[in-house]
């Protein structure tokens, strides 16, 4: 079951996203260091702001995908997906393409145009699967985060969902 997290999910919000960043820290720019310092009003803050839906297996939260709207009026037809995770041993069971399809049926909802995102170049299973959504390489930062003292690329992707092509 793939649902949108409210201000009343706050709970499940924290724990899926500190179970992320904890278990695949090359995958995400934040670090569970980062969000544990976090006050409750900026996690709430963060829920509300961004469109957040999470998968569920019975009341488990087992992945979430949010959606970052771009605020400036001329770039408001664009979101960026954020904090993408699906648990291990939840994977290559529809999680990750029910979150995705979801968000898409909620960002033409809002009149977004273009997703975005940002991936590890070290992560080639999620890769695929973007390619596989209709995502486009347009781009690539070189040593774009750093973990544990290693520079990692990041790979940058787009996808119209208004039946344009993107071009790149």
């Not at 569970?32 to 509300?48: Q, T």
């Not at 898409?104 to 590890?120: D, K």
């Amino acid at each position: 079951m793939i649902r949108h997290l409210g201000p009343q999910d706050l709970a499940i919000f924290r724990s899926i996203r500190m179970e992320a960043l904890r278990r695949e820290p090359t995958a995400f720019a934040s670090s569970a260091e980062d969000w544990g310092l976090l006050p409750d009003d900026e996690w709430m803050r963060r829920l509300i702001t961004n469109h957040v839906f999470a998968s569920f297996e019975g009341d488990e939260p087992v992945g979430i995908m949010g959606l970052a709207r771009q605020s400036a009026t001329k770039m408001a037809h664009r979101a960026t997906l954020i904090m993408v995770y699906v648990r291990r041993d939840q994977r290559g069971r529809g999680h990750a393409k029910g979150l995705l399809d979801a968000l898409v049926g909620h960002a033409r909802e809002f009149g977004i145009a273009q997703l975005e995102l940002a991936l590890s170049a070290e992560n080639p299973v999620a890769l695929r699967f973007y390619r596989r959504e209709g995502f486009a390489e347009v781009g690539r930062i070189p040593a774009g985060m750093r973990h544990e003292g290693r520079e990692i690329d990041e790979i940058l992707m787009a996808r119209r969902i208004d039946g344009e092509p993107v071009s790149g």
